[in-house]
């Protein structure tokens, strides 16, 4: 239960702060556009791990890879960025 409450605490955490960026709408489209590729990508994060990782920082990039390591979070991202989240209060 804790594991799963930390996976929604940064997925949030993420779509907060694409949100914050300004880029929440053009991510949204671009996550429902590439939810085929989803395991191309999680492979793509594997390989290109040791690159991107000190580009985005440990932490960002941990995120990341957890977002596409589990697909309900990748779903609960894209939604809380189309607006659809259960706790949306904006």
Not at 1 to 5: C, E, K, P, Q, T
Not at 44 to 54: C, E, H
Not at 82 to 88: H, I, L, N, T, V
């Given at each position: 239960?804790?594991?799963?409450?930390v996976q929604?605490?940064?997925?949030?955490?993420?779509?907060?702060?694409?949100?914050?960026?300004g880029?929440?709408?053009?991510?949204?489209?671009?996550?429902?556009?590439?939810?085929?590729l989803?395991?191309?990508?999680?492979?793509?994060?594997?390989?290109?791990?040791?690159?991107?990782?000190?580009?985005?920082?440990?932490r960002?990039?941990g995120?990341?890879?957890?977002?596409?390591?589990?697909?309900?979070a990748?779903?609960?991202?894209?939604?809380?960025l189309?607006?659809?989240?259960?706790?949306?209060s904006r």
């Open positions: 239960m804790r594991v799963w409450r929604v605490k940064r997925a949030d955490a993420l779509a907060d702060e694409l949100e914050r960026r880029v929440g709408g053009p991510a949204a489209i671009l996550m429902d556009a590439h939810r085929p989803l395991p191309l990508l999680r492979q793509g994060s594997i390989f290109l791990g040791p690159l991107l990782s000190p580009l985005l920082g440990h960002r990039f995120s990341l890879r957890e977002a596409l390591d589990d697909p309900a990748y779903d609960r991202i894209a939604a809380r189309r607006g659809e989240g259960p706790d949306r």
